[in-house]
């Protein structure tokens, strides 16, 4: 499986990205995906997380109400889509996928994650 991460630059505070993640290669009839992010010197979190079927999703609290994480199966392609971004989002946002079993389920920890993508690197200028 090959993941491969675009939509990252530099913005203003105050302003949005939309991050884009495309899978290829090996495919499952079931999984979820997740976008993580991580700033040099801390350990890498989890931003959001989408199921297969889309109804279940997941987000950090500093996130709420400002990211949203959505997907096109037909595409094999998830979105996240960031306003109001804060100099605090600066990282590089990360996207992963895990098979599931069911397809709406998944768990959100990162070591449930199997694949994993390059990372784009999001930085917000205060």
């Known amino acids: 499986v090959q993941l491969q991460a675009s939509g990252g630059g530099l913005v203003q505070a105050g302003g949005s990205l939309r991050l884009s993640?495309?899978?290829?290669?090996?495919?499952f009839s079931s999984y979820a995906m997740g976008w993580f992010r991580q700033v040099p010197g801390k350990e890498r979190e989890i931003v959001a997380a989408i199921?297969?079927?889309?109804?279940?999703?997941?987000?950090?609290?500093?996130?709420?109400?400002?990211?949203?994480?959505?997907?096109?199966?037909?595409?094999n392609t998830v979105y996240l889509q960031m306003n109001s971004l804060k100099p605090e989002d600066t990282a590089v946002y990360y996207c992963a996928l895990q098979p599931t079993r069911y397809r709406g389920s998944y768990y959100s920890e990162e070591?449930?994650?199997?694949?994993?993508?390059?990372?784009?690197?999001?930085?917000?200028?205060?």
């Open 51 to 75: 199921s297969w079927s889309g109804g279940r999703t997941y987000y950090i609290d500093s996130v709420k109400g400002r990211f949203t994480i959505s997907r096109d199966n037909a595409k």
């Open 21 to 27: 993640c495309a899978a290829s290669g090996r495919t």
């Open 111 to 126: 070591k449930e994650f199997d694949y994993w993508g390059q990372g784009t690197e999001v930085t917000v200028s205060s």
